[in-house]
């Protein structure tokens, strides 16, 4: 059975900082690119942020320079680092497991962010 955990979401104040944990298990990690999402109530769910399997970051614009992704194999995890926050990341973030080129994609239930003072 597939699972992807995340944690490490809550309260912030503009400008502070948050890590987001995603911990996999049933999965061969390190064959999946990862992904942060995120989502806001009548809006789609937009990319954050992805890591390949040879850990290639890409960025949405609007958090390049903020946020940092990475992963560590051994662990099954992968981390979204997120500093200066602002209001407008105020989310829902989800976790995705994708091995590119197969069906294989899988997602998480999702931590909420808000950032508000």
């Known amino acids: 059975q597939v699972q992807l955990v995340e944690s490490g979401g809550g309260l912030v104040q503009p400008g502070g900082s948050l890590r987001l944990s995603c911990v996999a298990s049933?999965?061969?990690?390190?064959?999946?690119?990862m992904g942060w999402y995120r989502q806001v109530p009548g809006k789609q769910r937009e990319l954050v942020a992805v890591?390949?399997?040879?850990?290639?970051?890409n960025y949405a614009d609007s958090v390049k320079g903020r946020f940092t992704i990475s992963r560590d194999n051994a662990k099954n995890t992968v981390y979204l680092q997120m500093n200066s926050l602002k209001p407008e990341d105020t989310a829902v973030y989800y976790c995705?497991?994708?091995?590119?080129?197969?069906?294989?994609?899988?997602w998480g239930q999702g931590t909420q962010v808000t950032v508000s003072s």
């Open positions: 995705n497991a994708d091995w590119t080129g197969t069906k294989y994609i899988y």
């Open positions: 890591i390949t399997t040879g850990s290639s970051t």
């Open positions: 049933g999965i061969i990690f390190r064959l999946y690119n």
